[in-house]
């Protein structure tokens, strides 16, 4: 039979600190996880733009979401696309307040990947 050992209070202090320490740690890693062009872009832009950047998921057929192979779009400055980023343009949203500035520049250069 196992004899129940009590803890101090300070163990106790410790080991609930340290799960919430865990749980915030769970909670706030998806947020920072998204650092690169990539997860960014999978994570915001790919619904309508599609894996390949052709526009031609369903959401982006009916939104009629570009293809970043356009033309238009290749030679488009990365300000312009910073631009439509932050700001939305035609049916996409603006992510201004949602993204930071960093964040829109790594999708921004992780799009440029798909041309």
């Known amino acids: 039979m196992a004899i129940p050992v ?13 799960a919430i320490c865990c749980l915030a740690a769970s909670i706030v890693t998806p947020a920072f996880a998204q650092n690169s062009g990539a997860d960014i872009y999978k994570a915001k832009c790919a619904m309508c733009h599609g894996a390949d950047g052709l526009g031609t998921t369903p959401a982006g057929k009916a939104l009629k979401a570009a293809s970043f192979k356009d033309p238009a779009i290749v030679k488009a400055p990365d300000a312009e696309l910073i631009a439509a980023v932050k700001n939305g343009k035609n049916k996409m949203p603006a992510y201004t307040g949602k993204l930071t500035d960093d964040q829109i520049k790594s999708a921004v250069a992780y799009i440029r990947t798909l041309q």
């Open 6 to 18: 009590q803890r101090s209070n300070s163990v106790k202090f410790k080991l609930r600190y340290a």
